[in-house]
């Protein structure tokens, strides 16, 4: 007699054992629907287009399947037996057999089928019982026979064409087996079959006589277990529960069976099927193998596997599987339902650890394993997988395990990922889960793109180099001009050299810092354009004050473009007022709003003693511009601790009038640039903040009324559309460098815009980390609505460096960097 509890304790035990082989729960398929019922557990399942037949406790149900996510319950009958339990079912055209398995040990004999017929409804209607003797494992179906595997009893072939009396029309029992085996298993294909003997091997025998089977060839494995045997239509899979191994035979001569191949699957086997070129093997999950080539199987998916699945059926580009769990005492079944796709390649990436560091420029190399793939593409992010870059395109592999060597491009991130896909088939691809850090040791920060006059401040950041060479090249050519040959800055950090170009107008200019000792380590800047303005020299000028007229009712409007690191954007139009005018003192002054990043309103007043635009602060005075200045000349610049100077007097076309214009910049941290008009007044503000590696706002004049005279074309804009934030932003904080506090703003966009149409709000968290990536503090971790926001960050106890702040919203993420100096 079998010991069925023995045989089920050996079944469960391996599957433990050989659980822990994967290192994925899945792999090319993607888990739709879970359930289990309240009223049984799913046993078995059979799927025919939207429908599912499934043995549940002691019922047979019918569900429809909607959207694979919901079981739409239509019918069902009773299966319960006081004797047996339903262990599986088999449906052909309207007529389905359900096997019972005996409920006591060890007296197996009880059990047998049952078969049912469904209806144009899915209505189930029981037509017979036929008792089977032994023990039940498994059958088989076919539009008239039905085989079932029934342990030492062996395999019983029952005719059920008239399903209301159905008969036993042949039996195979070679007999001789050893105590605890027999037929487990039964596989049927056209006039053949095959019947798995557990230790006694495995027969493939010959149904042509249907009632007087014969065997044709046996196969024992010494020292192994045939836990299933599976046929196709010239092909035999043995599954060998010791080794953990399928093995391909050709049978299609059966005077000389041939061993095609051996994979493992490091599995027992509860359920085979073929679909396609696709063999579907359950036990621990369901695998799938790539059977297009006999000799050459591979593992191209697999789902769960944690999971024991018991059965499952294979519908398609889907899988339904019942898998079961042991707890307390009792098995849990449930029914899972799969999807699946890119079975036809897989690829594996050999992950960085959390705890890597790599240079920028430096050689490095990782692991893949990848199958039926010619070529690979590597993409690294630097920011978290928000974007990626390119660093390796069709590279050649030649499959299996390999090592690929690259350089590692230029990135200062602690948020870094890896991704490798298929050159061929970008859907097949792993990406790191740990993310990593990677330091540039040289990288421009400025220019950008934009139009530079007369001069550009050249800004970069290194953390162990000192002595650079600067060069600058045109329209992509490979030569390059010197700017200066050998250039010290000792600086921590950022470097900054100020080239001050002359009789030099030409677009698509690119600069190149490199280090001095070392040409390889280098950076370029994106293309920008040189414009040498005509210098007119220190000019005296009837009336400096209409290089910045103030009268009630003039009025600015500027196109407002923000250059970031990943290129021009354009952010609407600002304005400039001069409001009203009201006495402080003794003094007249104008109300003047200006545009958005300095103070919103603000009191000025032309000094004519000084030709000087002076503004109020408090009990104070400070001067903004002196207006008749000459080149070269600096003056504090309101109280700011830093200078403003006079950087020449040029002439431009403004409108197409060639006009005077002064030039005045204060450059350093926070930089500001100013152009001042003769009769126009501001005709270009900079707020270039690159110098810290942050973006550069430009405020470009479009139109212009001057004391009632009209320049440029004004642009209409709706007040109610920019009243709110239309796109999430993460602006650099103020001061930086900082010491102890700093400030932080960000915008939330409207809920009209499409990414957050229909959503109230959105979870919002900023945080700050060093430059290992440990997260330093906490400052935003709520749901917030659109809106501009700011927030206050204190370093107390923290150390002089460099950290960076993060802003997450979900389908939107930004990191900038800040300097703490102490």
Known sequence: MINKNL??????????????????????TQLLFETTQTDGDFVDVIVEDNYIYAIVGNNLKVYEISDQSFLNYISQTSLYDSTSSPSKLLKNGNKIVVLFSSKTFPDNNPGGIKIFEVDAEHKIKFLSIYDISGFKHDFALTNKYIFVAA???????????????????????????????????????GNIASVSMFSEGLDVIDITNISQPKKLFSLLEYGDNVNTGFLSENFLYVFLQNSAMCKIYNISNRQNIQLLSSLSISQSVSDVSILGDYLFVSGNGTQIINISDQTNPFHVGFTNTSESNSTHYVNIDKIFTTSFLYDSGSYIHKLAIYSFSNLNSKITLIEPTNNITWISGENQSIDISAYNINSIDLEISPDAGSTWTKVLSDYSISGGNEK????????????CLLKI??????????????????????????????????????????????????????????????????????????KHYNWQFQNLNAENVKIKVSSYFDANIFDISQDVTLKSRVEIGDSTFDSPSTFYPLQVGNIWQYR?????????????????????????????????????WSDTINYQRYDSLQSSIVRYLGNEEAISFKLNSIKNECWDFEFTGKEICNSGTYLESIFGIEKP?????????????FHLAKDLGPIWIMN??????????????????????????????????????????????????????????YSIPSSNTPLLRGVGGVFVTLKVYDILGKEVATLVNKEQSTGSYEVEFRSDGLPSGVYFYRLQTGNYSKVKKMVLLK
Request: hydrophobic share 35%; no cysteine.
């Open 661 to 673: 214009v002064i030039y005045f910049s204060q450059s350093g941290f926070n930089s500001q640039y």
């Open 404 to 415: 690929i060597y690259f350089v590692v491009p230029k990135f200062n991130s602690s948020e």
């Open 421 to 494: 896909s298929d050159s061929n088939n970008k859907n097949v691809f792993d990406i790191s889960s740990n993310k990593f850090t990677i330091f540039y040791n040289l990288q421009i920060d400025s220019p950008k793109e934009g139009t530079y006059y007369n001069e550009v401040n050249i800004v970069w950041s290194s953390q162990d180099l000192d002595r650079f060479s600067l060069h600058y090249s045109i329209d992509n050519s490979p030569n390059w001009d010197v700017i200066v040959e050998d250039y010290v800055d000792s600086s921590d950090y950022w």
């Open 560 to 596: 407002v473009s923000l250059n970031t690191d990943y290129g021009l954007v354009n952010k609407g139009y600002d304005f400039m007022k001069v409001l009203s005018d009201t006495t402080i003192g003794d003094n007249k002054y104008f109300k003047v709003e200006t545009v958005g």
């Open 151 to 189: 342990g030492e009893s062996g395999l019983f072939i029952i005719d059920y064409q008239n399903p209301v009396s159905p008969f036993t029309i042949g039996r195979y029992n070679p007999g001789g087996y050893s105590i605890g085996n027999g037929i487990i298993n039964v596989s049927v294909n």
């Open 688 to 745: 270039d903040q690159s110098y810290i590696n942050t973006d550069i706002w430009n405020y470009d004049l479009v139109y212009a009324k001057i004391n009632g005279i009209e320049y440029g074309t004004y642009v209409s804009v709706n007040e109610d559309d920019t009243a709110q934030p239309k796109d999430f932003y993460l602006f650099q904080n103020y001061p930086n460098p900082f010491n102890p506090t700093t400030k932080i703003q």
């Open 7 to 28: 045989l089920l304790l050996i079944f469960l035990f391996f599957l433990v054992v050989v659980k822990n082989s994967f290192a994925q729960d899945s792999f090319n």
